[in-house]
């Protein structure tokens, strides 16, 4: 009869969860309950959402900003102006103010007018001004009567592709307006799969068996599908931007096979050690599972701390995300434990030829120990190299242009860069951005008290430098509000046309609502936008701050010192910060950004420093626990700084660089897609987690605890005794204590 280890190991030894393992028990003993259970929700939950459908909305409106006032007003008094806008823009070298070609154009306009969900349709004689001075290019506007998320896609596409057939003959007409880039940008079902195939050839090079390999792809695969349904079901609750569902797939799908990674070598790990498929099971969930469990919770605090910014935009992707790791972390601690107790020593079947399974009695690889001795041997030359090339790749970020990528960002096939590229050609940059001005007039004002305070308006925005055109005002039918439209010379991303929004906000409008008792307010995509990376910018230190607060209490909880959870807030800023630089290079200099589909540069999205930051800083926190619970309890046993980091980074390198490699197969895989808000997020997160994985945790964080040494460990007596404490390292001997044996499992 086999002796129980566990039972010469001294009470510290053995100190675990009962709550990881009474949750693993529980899903052992009732195995065909969890996992019926998980496949009802996964369908149900896909049901649900194929019946409710998607109900995509983007709000960008700030409380109290201009813009919003803007818009307020026109939906309130002018609401056939506040829908988006459709851009028919046609080109013909022989003159668009032919009378065959403006019959052709009032033709298709007239048709265009009967569409469903459109409001109006510029008429013929707005078509004759919106002529550019070389009398080769035009353009006519089709609003819509909603918001573009609000208007199906289908009408969208309809009309669309109604305008981009119309040409011929030498006549070029083309469709351009966010309306169109909405329904033009590439689904991102072809970079899941790129990035589903290439964790599993990770997988199999890891594992060496399509069984093991298997384990974490169907408790992902299950989870996230769960988490997406859902993820459609609550656009009909929030405000969730359309990118919100890719995203969650791109988190989920690499934190899920993640998670399931660790908590299976650490299975099979116990297997190899003697024990039976339960005991390992329970030692996973004890170990690995309380580590998952603590990373996956960082990273939901992470992205639900963006509530605190208080922009609605946000709300979606961030509980989109957050949804999709909360299921697959939930995936890895029920659904895997009850799959491993039925599969047990059968993990490692279906061997890949050419591969054998590892002999190491906990997988610490002689290569990783090797490589850490080597690192402790010369540890100033290893930090100082390491840390200065995180700077280095950190330079371009002091560049950095927070904005909106327009339709100038586009692929060149699309219909929306050439009709903004024609604009450009035609009228000038400043088309493609035009500001909305709205006059309010108070009921109180006398009808020619407004005139004459509309009539200033207009001239004062003439004289303004950086103005192209000012449209002539247009008032509602009640008279007690007017509108314009403001063309600058400057294209909507840079920065002189943010410079002239605030000199129309500041010097132009002021004297005349003074004058004549009026209000006035600039809006437009343009002003909102602009409106909204100024209030972000304004956010981002103050969510910094809350967060690195948060999870250094959380981190001297866990490993009990003052030093590791400083020193891990330090190396996940530099993570962050080097990834940004890699972006700001990738899109702005325009570094090997063909490699992704790159047709120019683009600003960097005003929201994805903040979102970035919650995402990389809890998954940052993932490796860092996993490295350092494993660190802390060879340190407890041995008590030894030194021999701690070695068997640390040897039992947990080979499980961290193969975990990262998976991430970042699966980030970049994104990157690939059409969307370019998705593309900034696949490099940015594939980024951050290379240089976190391979270069922080495997040369700058073994440097940096070899020059501690001890007093890596030190924690102040007064802190020691008011700090709660938290364990997420696994129990000091890779033998925990089973439970007594339960009765049958359920199957």
Known sequence: MRTRPSAFLPSASRRGSPIMRALADFCIRHRRLTVLAWIVALIAAGAAANAAGEKFSTNFQLPDSDSTKALDLLEERAPDRSGDQIQVVFADPSGVDDPAVLERVGSLLAELEGYDDVAAVSSPAEVRRQIAPDRTIGFAIVTLDDSA?????????RIADRINEAGGDGLRVVAGGDPVRQVEQEPGGTAEMIGLLAAIVVLLVMF??????????????????????????????????????VLAAMIGLGVGIDYALFVVTRFRNGLRDGLDAREAVLLSSDTAGRAVLFAGATVVVALLGLFAIGVGFLYGPALAASLAVLLTMGGALTLLPAILSKVGANIDRLRVPGTRPRREA??????????????????????????????????????????????????ADTSTRQ??????????????????????????????????????????????????????????????????????????????????????????????????????????????????????????????????????????????SLLVPLKAIAMNLLSI???????????????????????????????????????????????????????????????DASEAVVHGLAATGRVITAAATIMVCVFASFALGGSLTIKLFGVALAAAVAIDAFLIRTILVPAIMELLGRRAWWLPGWLERILPRLHVDAAPDRHAAAAPAPAAADD
Request: glycine letters at 10%.
């Open 362 to 411: 906990e997988e610490e690889s002689r290569t990783w120990t090797r490589w850490s001795r080597t690192i402790q041997r010369r540890p100033w030359a290893a930090a100082l190299l390491s840390g200065g090339l995180l700077v280095l790749l950190a330079v371009p970020v002091f560049s950095i242009d927070l904005g909106w990528a327009d339709a100038g960002s586009d692929s």
């Open 208 to 245: 060496g068996s399509v069984v093991a390999m298997s384990m974490p792809v169907v408790t992902a695969i299950v989870a996230l599908g769960t988490a997406l349904s859902l993820v459609t079901l609550g656009t009909h609750v929030f405000d969730t931007p359309d990118f919100a569902p």
């Open 419 to 560: 009709a903004y590229d024609l604009l450009a050609e035609g009228f000038g940059p400043g088309f493609n951005g035009p500001l909305m001005v709205v006059v309010d007039i108070p009921p109180e004002s006398s009808p020619a008290t407004g005139e004459r305070a509309v009539a200033a308006l207009d001239r004062a925005m003439r004289d303004v430098p950086g103005v192209a055109e000012v449209t002539a005002p247009v008032p509602n039918e009640a008279g007690d509000l007017a509108t314009f439209t403001v063309f600058g010379a400057t294209a909507p991303q840079e920065n002189a046309t943010s410079d002239l929004v605030k000199t129309i906000r500041d010097d132009v409008i002021p004297p005349v609502e003074e004058s004549f008792g009026v209000s006035a307010h600039v809006g437009g995509g343009t002003a909102i936008n602009d409106d909204f990376t100024t209030y972000i910018s304004g956010k981002l230190p103050q969510f910094i701050a809350i967060i690195v607060l948060l999870s250094a209490l959380l981190l001297m909880m866990a490993f009990r």
């Open 149 to 157: 998320f609000e208007v199906p896609a289908g009408s969208i596409e």
């Open 577 to 639: 910060g080097a990834s940004f630089g890699v972006v700001v290079a990738v899109f702005q200099w325009g570094w090997l950004g063909e490699l992704i589909g790159l047709d120019g540069t683009a600003p960097i999205d005003a929201f994805l420093p903040v979102m970035v930051f919650a995402i990389v800083f809890g998954l940052s926190m993932d490796y860092e626990v996993f490295l350092m619970s494993r660190v802390h309890e060879e340190w407890e046993r041995r008590r």
